[in-house]
């Protein structure tokens, strides 16, 4: 399986990233062999409008199974959601707890999305 996390730094010690749209890096980590890659999302992090949506098809490119973030808009809910990307929010802490805690069952996939557009 393919997790997504959003991700305030590449390194593999870095702090979950709150906001999807706007986060600046995505680690994708394949839970069968521990391998980290590593997706660079500059181009939306001071993006005018769109961000959640255009992060959204970028990360379906990776074939992500799911994303676990602190926060997911409507839109990018709705892009991730049609392109089969299972959703968890509320996360924080360290990237490699929250992927433990995923591993662990200690997440539900949200149902919706948790904030409002542009907040």
């Given at each position: 399986?393919l997790?997504?996390v959003?991700?305030?730094?590449?390194?593999p010690?870095?702090e979950?990233?709150?906001?999807?749209?706007?986060?600046?890096?995505?680690?994708?980590?394949d839970?069968e062999?521990?391998?980290?890659?590593?997706?660079?999302?500059s181009?939306?992090v001071?993006?005018?409008?769109?961000?959640?949506?255009?992060?959204a098809?970028?990360?379906?490119?990776?074939?992500?199974?799911?994303l676990?973030?602190?926060?997911c808009?409507?839109?990018?809910?709705?892009t991730?959601?049609?392109?089969?990307?299972?959703?968890v929010?509320?996360v924080?802490?360290?990237v490699?707890?929250?992927?433990e805690?995923f591993?662990?069952?200690?997440?539900?996939?949200a149902?919706?999305?948790?904030?409002?557009?542009?907040?």
């Amino acid at each position: 399986m393919l997790i997504a996390v959003t991700a305030k730094s590449a390194d593999p010690n870095s702090e979950v990233e709150p906001r999807f749209g706007r986060a600046p890096y995505f680690q994708i980590i394949d839970t069968e062999s521990d391998e980290i890659k590593v997706v660079e999302n500059s181009e939306n992090v001071n993006a005018m409008q769109g961000a959640g949506i255009q992060a959204a098809e970028s990360l379906a490119n990776t074939n992500a199974d799911v994303l676990l973030t602190g926060h997911c808009g409507p839109k990018a809910f709705h892009t991730l959601k049609t392109a089969g990307i299972r959703i968890v929010v509320g996360v924080d802490g360290a990237v490699k707890e929250a992927v433990e805690r995923f591993k662990n069952n200690e997440y539900e996939y949200a149902a919706s999305p948790d904030v409002e557009s542009h907040w």
